[in-house]
């Protein structure tokens, strides 16, 4: 079994609105719905999982009625009050259904609204293949490291990459390897990648692509208006 999760339990404060980010409408279609479409395409989905700040459920339903009325795949639940809490509610969802002991997550940034649908089955291609992956994109931009607005180290940025979603694991290992780590550690975690390197453990990279980006900042914004324009 193949569930995907579209994290979009958070407010997005820094695109400087006045809703949640997912909200936002661009040719009168909100942000979150561009999203979903793109995963419905894959049949192998059994659920496609939802999160929501908790005052905003109805407001996605509502807009899930209106745009995509007769997909019935569609969960929306409440998102956590951090990233990691919104995934561990969706994974606490699909552990209730038991109808699989280890179904592959797709786990996936609702606001990286340009994902392809060959990214998607690469992620799960390789999650069924190697367990867990993760797609990423070469830095180009020379990086360094600042504190009080003075350089501390420059890395070597033919070593670094920009990680992206859809991040796929198989539920009962991420489970398992999560709960080994510490409380401390627990609370820095923001991605799978850092659950999976905290125990050692190696997730397959994978090309990604420049076009997923996610949206952020209110300059991603114009810039998803300028490529989605009619």
Do not use: W
């Not at 997005?12 to 995963?39: D, M, T, W």
């Not at 190696?202 to 090309?207: A, P, R």
């Amino acid at each position: 079994m193949t569930y995907a999760v579209l994290l979009a339990g958070g407010i997005g404060s820094r695109v400087g609105a006045n809703i949640p980010k997912q909200f936002i409408k661009i040719n009168n279609k909100p942000l979150i719905v561009y999203c979903i479409e793109k995963f419905i395409l894959l049949n192998e989905f059994k659920k496609i999982i939802v999160s929501s700040p908790k005052e905003y459920i109805s407001q996605t339903k509502e807009f899930i009625d209106e745009f995509l009325p007769n997909e019935d795949r569609i969960v929306i639940i409440e998102g956590g009050e951090t990233r990691q809490d919104t995934l561990l509610n969706s994974i606490h969802y699909i552990d209730k259904i038991k109808d699989c002991d280890n179904p592959i997550v797709v786990c996936h940034d609702a606001a990286r609204i340009f994902v392809s649908e060959k990214l998607i089955e690469n992620c799960i291609d390789y999650t069924r293949k190697y367990g867990s992956s993760s797609p990423v994109v070469s830095t180009t931009d020379v990086i360094v490291e600042m504190e009080n607005k003075t350089v501390t180290r420059m890395p070597n940025r033919y070593n670094l990459v920009h990680v992206q979603t859809p991040q796929g694991f198989k539920l009962t290992e991420y489970k398992n390897l999560f709960e080994k780590l510490s409380d401390d550690e627990k609370s820095d975690v923001h991605e799978i990648i850092k659950v999976y390197y905290l125990n050692n453990k190696e997730v397959y990279i994978f090309n990604g692509e420049k076009s997923n980006f996610k949206i952020t900042t209110p300059f991603d914004i114009e810039l998803a208006e300028f490529i989605l324009k009619e």
